[in-house]
């Protein structure tokens, strides 16, 4: 299946089969493609946590809103965080980034204000996101992204202070009655004319 075969069948799963489980095989292989996402200058300024522990699923799935049973059910939850500590990155980027990367990096940080520093990074981990949603589909896993969770309450949970909690993805196989499926409910998208634009 070409990608774009793969991106006219996924779609976002609404309920999981909570007795289907994704093979330890297939959590590797989406563990090294998160690795390999790209980000500008190469800074990968992320931490991806997958959850599979029962109980520490349900405590996050407390704080996540109308995503609660999504998350309970699904095999996996897939936390994508970004870097919070400046300090921390400042020193953590000398051990793989080139120096060349390193000044065009400290040079940004005397320009702009730490905001601005911080939601630049905080994009990156939404490039992971989309290259995470589409290696799923390849692998024929289902998959949620969700930013309706109590970022905060999450980072507080994940124990790592350094990294701030954006969003996560809820990950495994679709229930039968999954009211989402494409044969239910077909996937809707805006025309090519109105949002390509040519010059």
């Not at 080139?98 to 990074?121: C, G, H, M, T």
């Not at 992204?145 to 124990?159: N, P, R, V």
């Amino acid at each position: 299946m070409n990608v774009l075969e793969l991106l006219n069948t996924r779609y976002t799963t609404k309920k999981y089969d909570v007795n289907k489980r994704i093979s330890p095989e297939k959590i590797e292989e989406l563990k090294e493609i998160l690795r390999l996402s790209p980000s500008s200058i190469n800074s990968q300024p992320w931490q991806f946590t997958f959850v599979s522990d029962p109980e520490l699923k349900r405590q996050l799935a407390f704080h996540s809103h109308f995503n609660k049973e999504k998350i309970e059910n699904a095999s996996h939850l897939v936390v994508f965080s970004c870097v919070d500590d400046m300090e921390f990155f400042s020193q953590e980027i000398k051990t793989y980034l080139p120096e060349f990367a390193i000044d065009y990096y400290n040079q940004k940080r005397k320009q702009f204000s730490v905001e601005y520093i911080k939601n630049w990074l905080s994009n990156q981990v939404y490039l992971a996101l989309g290259v995470f949603l589409t290696a799923c589909a390849a692998l024929k896993i289902d998959s949620t992204a969700m930013e309706g969770i109590d970022q905060k309450a999450y980072t507080e949970i994940l124990g790592d202070k350094r990294y701030k909690v954006l969003f996560a993805v809820a990950i495994g196989y679709r229930a039968e009655d999954d009211i989402n499926q494409l044969h239910l409910k077909p996937k809707q998208r805006r025309d090519k004319k109105d949002v390509i634009v040519e010059k």
